[in-house]
């Protein structure tokens, strides 16, 4: 688990399968079991305090995992409960996230070999095509920012694909 405080309302926490023993959670209220855990992790060991109202997206990759997008909406009658937590969940199943490289080096010939690449602009993005050995997953994911939901979707649509021969020469 990877987490990523971009404000004091607002973090993204990153699961890759591998934390579930590739268990798929479907209904939201797996998702509101789950959250009591979480929540209560964050504040113990990421002093992150959780309380109010949340609207959290779910986003699913069945190659990578989860990616929860978490947002504290400002609603002030939950300034009354200090420990109350309640929560909307939107799950998007159906998502493939690009994996942003942080320079062409970290490619060799064995990522490729499983990757669709992207470019745009001076960027390079690895969009896995098949099931990833671990061992690559997670060269992938050190070596790179993972991109999901909207943009993920627009940079697959608009990038010019990469022809492998054209990056070992």
């Known amino acids: 688990m990877k987490i990523e405080k971009l404000s004091d309302d607002n973090f993204i926490v990153f699961l890759n399968k591998l934390y579930f023993k590739d268990s798929k959670f479907e209904l939201p209220r797996d998702f509101e079991i789950y959250f009591k855990g979480l929540f209560k992790r964050l504040g113990s060991f990421y002093n992150i305090n959780v309380?109010?109202?949340?609207?959290?997206?779910?986003?699913?990759?069945?190659?990578?995992?989860?990616?929860?997008?978490?947002?504290?909406?400002?609603?002030?009658?939950?300034?009354?409960y200090d420990d109350h937590i309640d929560m909307k969940i939107s799950i998007d199943n159906n998502q493939k996230f690009l994996f942003k490289l942080s320079t062409v080096s970290v490619l060799n010939e064995r990522v490729v070999s499983y990757c669709h690449l992207f470019r745009d602009n001076n960027d390079i993005y690895a969009l896995p095509k098949k099931t990833i050995t671990q061992q690559l997953l997670g060269h992938l994911i050190e070596n790179s920012c993972i991109i999901y939901g909207n943009k993920a979707e627009r940079l697959i649509r608009h990038c010019k694909d990469i022809k492998t021969k054209q990056l070992f020469v």
């Not at 190659?63 to 504290?72: H, N």
């Open 51 to 80: 309380s109010g109202y949340y609207d959290i997206n779910i986003y699913y990759d069945k190659i990578y995992g989860y990616v929860l997008d978490i947002k504290k909406e400002a609603i002030d009658f939950y300034d009354y």
